[in-house]
């Protein structure tokens, strides 16, 4: 699965720590900034990020089910508005 991780803060994010199925890592995304991450769907599992928002550890889920017979792409807005996946 290809997330492409938007910051849609005002504030500089770091240590963003991408958890479940083949998990992954941001060290540093500036506000507005973007990067794409590859993650490895080893089977059913959900997909969650925790990262640094001024100091503040905080959570979000990104994909609620995915399994490995449905890889595709999708854009995340971290600390915004999203569609449920």
């Not at 991408?18 to 490895?40: A, F, Y």
């Not at 399994?67 to 449920?84: A, F, Q, W």
């Amino acid at each position: 699965m290809r997330i492409n991780f938007i910051n849609s803060t005002q504030t500089t994010l770091t240590n963003i720590k991408i958890s479940g199925c083949g998990g992954g890592h941001i060290d540093k995304l500036e506000s507005g900034e973007s990067e794409t991450v590859w993650v490895d769907i080893t089977g059913d599992c959900s997909i969650n990020i925790d990262y640094l928002s001024n100091g503040q550890r905080k959570e979000e889920g990104v994909a609620g089910y995915v399994t490995s017979t449905m890889g595709k792409k999708m854009k995340h807005n971290i600390g915004g508005k999203n569609e449920e996946k």
